[in-house]
Antibody, heavy 120, light 108 residues
Framework: EVQLVESGGGLVQPGGSLRLSCAVSGFTFSDHYIDWVRQAPGKGLEWVGRSRNKANRYITEYVASVKGRFTISRDDSQNSLSLQMNSLKIEDTAVYYC???????????WGKGTTVTVSS | SYELTQPPSVSVSPGQTARITCSGDSLPKKYAYWFQQKSGQAPVLVIHEDIKRPSGIPERFSGSSSGTMASLIITGAQVEDEADYYCYSTDSSGDHRVFGGGTKLTVL
């Protein structure tokens, strides 16, 4: 069974840092993209970033609002991916999801999400 | 930046056809994807590459695309289809990946 499980969410002060993890199972991790998507309370979905697959040299992409603050890295040996979030802002408060994808079918399987709250 | 525009809400009676639209300037060149999100749950991909339905998605879900507008069509909507629906695509350069604002579908 294909599974993605996020962890690492919590309460952090503005300006602080947090590292989210996405543990995957049930598929060949290196063959797939992994996207991070967030959803602020009561709001819609926002694409945050992507780690492409091995064939695409694991290139990472980010939405403009997090570029320079967030970093995606992956460890194929551990079947896990992380989202390092620095210089956090109140507007980063959201549920963060990781999702598996490919060129033809982005975000075809999602995790259940982990909640990040940025507040003083 | 790039934007996809959806109506905030659509309402139909059970058994009727629901159509949710998504407009964007790059949709003639880029595929649209559709996600269903029920209350308190993670999103689920229901349509990819404009018209393709992933395995396990009921046949009543279909997609279409013409010009700058893509549509999700639910033929014979059921009460259990009540959810928020989001379209997703990229701009023509592929540099901006965005979701539409979402459409709340009410079936009652």
């Amino acid at each position: 069974e294909v599974q993605l499980v996020e962890s690492g969410g919590g309460l952090v002060q503005p300006g602080g840092s947090l590292r989210l993890s996405c543990a995957v199972s049930g598929f060949t991790f290196s063959d797939h993209y992994i996207d991070w998507v967030r959803q602020a309370p009561g709001k819609g979905l926002e694409w945050v970033g992507r780690s492409r697959n091995k064939a695409n040299r694991y290139i990472t992409e980010y939405v403009a609002s997090v570029k320079g603050r967030f970093t995606i890295s992956r460890d194929d040996s551990q079947n896990s991916l992380s989202l390092q979030m620095n210089s956090l802002k109140i507007e980063d408060t959201a549920v963060y999801y990781c999702a598996r994808g490919s060129d033809s079918s982005p975000m075809d399987v999602w995790g259940k999400g982990t909640t990040v709250t940025v507040s003083s | 930046s790039y934007e996809l525009t959806q109506p905030p809400s659509v309402s139909v009676s059970p058994g009727q056809t629901a159509r949710i639209t998504c407009s964007g300037d790059s949709l003639p060149k880029k595929y649209a994807y559709w996600f269903q999100q029920k209350s308190g749950q993670a999103p689920v991909l229901v349509i990819h590459e404009d018209i393709k339905r992933p395995s396990g998605i009921p046949e009543r879900f279909s997609g279409s695309s013409s010009g700058t507008m893509a549509s999700l069509i639910i033929t014979g909507a059921q009460v259990e289809d009540e959810a928020d629906y989001y379209c997703y695509s990229t701009d023509s350069s592929g540099d901006h990946r965005v979701f539409g604002g979402g459409t709340k579908l009410t079936v009652l």
